[in-house]
């Protein structure tokens, strides 16, 4: 992903062509697929605008800055994988403990005595859960949940880490030989 500008948020993603009208699939990066028409102008990687209207459920079509929409199959497949975004700015506050990941991204992470981790420098989210990555001394990756991140606070730009207890296993725990476990 390559955001355009500064805290660019993406908001959606191109996917295969639908039909031969050069409607396209797309991808809502957001909870309500709504949000996206709403916006008005997105912008793709090389800060083109564009702009959506959904045809269906997860079918949309799209118009480049000229208010021109995507004349036909061909084009739209040109398309394919486009990321669109928005400035974070022009985007609701989340509610509560939600945050978008732009926001976390730089935070100092201490731990709850105070001691210095590192930066969140990548928020990872492969479905199954987020997770913070934290460039320092120790390069760790925690899971973002209440027990390893109990406390966020953006205004002063730190988040607390209580990293996970680590195991360590020495030997091959399939074979014959002797297994050694540290926690």
């Known amino acids: 992903m390559t955001a355009p500008f500064p805290n660019a948020i993406l908001v959606a993603t191109v996917g295969r062509p639908h039909g031969v009208h050069g409607l396209v699939r797309l991808h809502a990066a957001t909870e309500d697929?709504?949000?996206?028409?709403a916006l008005g102008d997105v912008r793709d990687a090389q800060g083109r605008a564009w702009r959506v209207e959904w045809r269906g459920a997860g079918i949309a079509a799209l118009f480049d800055a000229d208010g021109r929409e995507i004349a036909d199959r061909d084009a739209a497949a040109r398309l394919t994988n486009l990321e669109l975004f928005v400035a974070r700015e022009r985007l609701p506050d989340p509610d509560g403990d939600e945050f978008y990941h732009v926001d976390l991204i730089g935070l100092a992470a201490v731990t709850p005595e105070g001691e210095a981790l590192g930066v969140v420098n990548i928020v990872h989210d492969y479905g199954a859960g987020v997770s913070l990555e934290i460039a320092g001394?120790?390069?760790?990756?925690?899971?973002f949940t209440k027990r390893c991140v109990p406390e966020i606070d953006l205004s002063s730009k730190?988040?607390?880490?209580?990293?996970?207890?680590?195991?360590?296993?020495?030997?091959d725990p399939s074979g014959p030989g002797d297994v050694a476990v540290r926690a």
């Open 33 to 37: 697929p709504a949000t996206i028409e």
């Open 137 to 143: 001394a120790r390069g760790l990756i925690v899971p």
């Open 158 to 171: 730190r988040l607390v880490v209580v990293p996970p207890v680590e195991i360590e296993v020495e030997g």
